[in-house]
């Protein structure tokens, strides 16, 4: 069983949907990490959550350390915020564990 | 540099050759990490460096594998004797404690 479940694999919405990802995992965490990976194009960090909230731009991501679980939202989504999104999860400088992404598909 | 470089951006090998893979980290990165990304497959962590010293080499997947970190800088990472299933994205990324990951474009390695 992957340390890092995400939810769902793959979502479909319409411009201007609110759009939720959710990411859980198994073991207690020093950080948790949001990335975007846009078709063929690299990695981008988007956050980084020990606990609470943080919000950029339109892009809000949470996180509840006693349900292990963290969700990234996205407001007013838009056909150029498809990509896949992929949390991960870090103890201290250590290595990224990441989970197996979610490919997001925004349409006009 | 104002990003994570690395080189080449793809490389086609063929079967049985030795490859080297390079990084060029943000200045002042003290931790350098090597991910590999599999076509249709997740991210798998390879090896880390933080400073001066001995890298995490746990997720290195054979002896094939092998990399450094000259400097405290630039790393390489060299597959020996490569085969098709080293056919992948290989990712190198850096940070300083406490602050998120700046990931490189990646190396796209194919075998044939």
């Known amino acids: 069983k992957n340390e890092v479940e995400q939810s769902p694999q793959n979502l479909t919405a319409q411009e201007g949907e609110f759009i939720t990802i959710n990411c859980s995992y198994s073991?207690?965490?020093?950080?948790l990490h949001w990335l975007q990976q846009h078709p063929g194009g690299g990695i981008v960090s988007l956050f980084m959550l020990s606990s609470g909230k943080k919000k950029h731009g339109r892009l809000i991501a949470t996180i509840n350390i006693q349900e292990k679980h963290s969700s990234l939202h996205i407001t007013a989504s838009h056909p150029r915020d498809s990509a896949v999104y992929i949390c991960?999860?870090?103890?201290?400088?250590?290595?990224?564990?990441f989970g197996q992404g979610t490919r997001l598909t925004i349409n006009p | 540099g104002a990003g994570v470089s690395q080189s080449p951006s793809n490389k086609v090998t063929e079967k049985g050759k030795d490859v080297e893979l390079r990084c060029d980290p943000i200045s002042g990165h003290t931790a350098l990490y090597w991910y590999r990304q599999s076509l249709g497959q997740g991210l798998e962590f390879l090896i880390y460096?933080?400073?001066?010293?001995?890298?995490?080499k746990s997720g290195l997947p054979s002896d094939r594998f092998s990399a450094e970190r000259t400097g405290g800088s630039v790393s390489t990472l060299t597959i020996q004797r490569t085969q098709q299933e080293d056919s992948a994205v290989y990712l190198c990324?850096?940070?300083?404690?406490?602050?998120?990951?700046?990931f490189g474009s990646g190396t796209r390695l194919t075998v044939v």
């Open positions: 990324a850096s940070r300083l404690q406490g602050t998120g990951y700046t």
């Open positions: 991960a999860v870090s103890w201290g400088a250590q290595k990224l564990v």
């Open positions: 073991v207690g965490i020093s950080a």
């Open positions: 460096f933080q400073g001066n010293s001995a890298p995490d």
